[in-house]
């Protein structure tokens, strides 16, 4: 199978998922394709929204001491909790952060489901996923994590594509570069560009993930859909899930 990455997700974490997962839903015009009750084991409840084809989640803990709400406390509720990237070969990625000093967090096994999972401590900002189904690596394919028809929940009448990921550092130059090295995409200044989205790396006071860029048919309507909800709105964004909504 040739090499290939791209970003199958995004999650973020909420205290609760009510009312983010409502707000995404009604400002981006998105639908809840799934919740997984595999979840349920660290902890926490979910509920993922297609994106296109990337999945766009949110995990609330339920009860404590779960990594989730660890990650809330240390934040204070900001920043994304996790980037997963498809590819052909999630164990050879997984060794290839190892043997830059990137532990393994979690290993997942749910056939024909595979995925590694990397510490967010050493990945710097928020966690890394690599994973691959096996006889799926058509986007549109089967990914048991976002439910058995996914597909059939893609909506495309308001929010078109999740285009970019903004994440922040005191060093954003050294942060991509990092990210560029476990990943395998060489940083070009501070991006990563991937297939079918770009992380741009930004100065800021702490590592995080911290803006997610959307292509929508109407900006000035999703502008005003979130200021209806109570959020703050300023220019083209605001913020939501911990982290801030870009659109344009």
Not at 162 to 189: C, F, N, R
Request: net charge negative; aromatic share 8%; charged share 20%.
């Amino acid at each position: 199978m040739a090499p290939y990455l791209r970003l199958r997700q995004i999650c973020l974490v909420a205290p609760q998922l009510a009312p983010v997962i409502s707000d995404i839903a009604e400002i981006m015009g998105l639908s809840v394709c799934y919740r997984d009750g595999n979840v349920a084991k660290y902890g926490l409840e979910n509920a993922l929204l297609p994106v296109d084809t990337i999945l766009l989640e949110v995990v609330a803990p339920f009860k404590d001491g779960t990594t989730a709400g660890r990650f809330i406390e240390k934040t204070g509720g900001r920043g994304g909790y996790m980037a997963i990237f498809c590819c052909d070969d999630p164990d050879a990625r997984g060794r290839h952060a190892n043997a830059m000093g990137v532990r393994t967090a979690n290993v997942i096994d749910h056939a024909p489901y595979h995925g590694i999972q990397l510490h967010p401590r050493d990945c710097r900002a928020a966690f890394i996923e690599f994973n691959h189904t096996e006889g799926s690596d058509d986007i549109l394919g089967p990914y048991p994590p976002a439910g058995p028809d996914w597909q059939n929940f893609i909506r495309k009448d308001v929010t078109q594509a999740l285009t970019g990921v903004e994440m922040q550092s005191p060093d954003p130059q050294g942060l991509a570069e990092h990210w560029g090295k476990i990943i395998g995409v060489a940083a070009d200044g501070p991006e990563l560009k991937l297939p079918n989205a770009t992380f741009r790396f930004v100065r800021g006071a702490s590592e995080i993930m911290s803006a997610l860029e959307f292509r929508v048919t109407d900006a000035a309507s999703v502008l005003h859909a979130a200021k209806a909800k109570g959020l703050a709105v300023a220019g083209n964004e605001f913020l939501l899930g911990g982290v801030t909504f870009r659109v344009s």
